[in-house]
């Protein structure tokens, strides 16, 4: 198994979106959260399982999965970019998901100090296909 680190994800996420340039309209270009968000969670993904593949058809995983945002908000936090923009990117990717839930900084905070008390270190060797209930961290 291929460990894939934080600025290796992050790395690849860049020259996908590269690709958006060489593209005809319509195009999108990727803000600094987007690229952050897509860095960790392809991190996570590539650990460990959260959601079942109906529901990431569905919609973000992230959005309705605690410990999967936990594990992206301690992700963002490690890494320094969980800042007021970044905030204010996840509620509104969120908000766009799943109508129906309110999502705020306290909400936010509050995620990631639960998953602060529980988050493990999965190991090398951890199968990625298994869903997971608890809260993970890259090294």
Do not use: W
């Not at 952050?36 to 959601?51: D, N």
Request: hydrophobic fraction near 40%.
């Amino acid at each position: 198994m291929v460990k894939i680190t934080f600025k290796a994800t992050l790395a690849v996420a860049a020259a996908f979106s590269m690709m958006a340039v060489i593209c005809e309209e319509p195009y999108h270009i990727y803000s600094h959260e987007e690229y952050a968000v897509i860095a960790c969670t392809g991190a996570i993904v590539a650990t460990t399982t959260f959601c079942g593949k109906k529901a990431k058809i569905l919609g973000q995983c992230y959005c309705a999965n605690v410990p999967e945002l936990g594990s992206l908000l301690a992700c963002l936090h490690d890494n320094d970019y969980y800042t007021s923009k970044m905030v204010r990117y996840l509620e509104n990717e969120c908000a766009i998901s799943y109508p129906n839930t309110t999502l705020d900084t306290d909400f936010f905070d509050k995620v990631y100090q639960n998953a602060s008390q529980y988050i493990i270190t999965p190991p090398s060797d951890m199968n990625a296909t298994l869903i997971s209930y608890t809260p993970i961290t890259m090294e």
